[in-house]
């Protein structure tokens, strides 16, 4: 089975409006790091945002927030007020206590903000 | 300067070609990865390092080779290059105590093999 899920290949969302980017995972581990990374045009991976297993509230970095439900093995990424410059890649990507230094990716979403 | 530097950023070889990636960092971190990116696929591990004598194999090992000749330099090599090789190739360091102990990534490699 796949570590990490993401279903959404591509998905468009209008400028300064709020997206939800899925990513669902599997993992028998109880701690365990879940973390999201943009990837523009460029090339280039950007570090977002991360959630611990046992962390009770939501991750938030500015206007990223991880809406993590841990009974549904779900790391979604809301971005809110979408800007142009959040047109990208963005990867889902876990790490499990029992092999701490092994990430797991997804395949990734494209998201697309329109003018 | 970025911390996490790799070399070349684009080439284009020949089948049956060696080819060598480099990566070097400055953040001080002891483990450093291998990443292929394909379309689609995400992100997979080819080799990670723990430190200078300590060399594990990824997922998609096979094909490659890795040394870790200091600390801070991990280098990748493709001892006959072939096509299904044509790839986006990240280098990755990560530290403990470092934040979430999130992965450094370069800016990557593109490498293209006729």
């Known amino acids: 089975a796949q570590k990490i899920t993401q279903t959404q290949p591509g998905m468009f969302v209008q400028e300064k409006e709020a997206v939800t980017l899925d990513c669902t995972y599997d993992t028998s581990d109880q701690s365990y790091g879940l973390f999201w990374y943009k990837q523009p045009s460029s090339g280039e991976m950007i570090f977002l945002i991360y959630?611990?297993?046992?962390?009770?509230q939501n991750a938030t970095e500015g206007r990223y927030s991880l809406n993590f439900q841990k009974a549904r093995k779900s790391a979604n990424l809301v971005i809110s007020a979408s800007q142009l410059g959040d047109s990208a890649m963005y990867f889902c990507?876990?790490?499990?206590?029992?092999?701490?230094?092994?990430?797991?990716f997804g395949s990734g979403t494209k998201l697309n903000v329109k003018p | 300067d970025a911390d996490v530097t790799q070399t070349p950023r684009n080439r284009i070889t020949k089948t049956g070609k060696r080819i060598m990636l480099e990566c070097s960092q400055t953040k001080g971190h002891d483990r450093m990865y291998w990443y292929r990116q394909d379309p689609g696929l995400g992100l997979q591990l080819i080799y990670y390092s723990f430190d200078v004598k300590d060399i594990n194999k990824g997922e998609i090992s096979d094909g490659y080779s890795v040394s870790r000749q200091a600390q801070a330099k991990f280098s990748l090599s493709l001892e006959s290059a072939i096509p299904n090789q044509t790839a986006l190739y990240f280098c990755a360091t990560s530290g403990p105590g470092q934040g979430a102990g999130e992965l450094f990534f370069g800016e990557g490699s593109r490498l293209t093999v006729l």
């Open positions: 959630q611990g297993s046992y962390d009770e």
């Open positions: 990507a876990m790490r499990e206590a029992l092999n701490f230094n092994k990430f797991y």
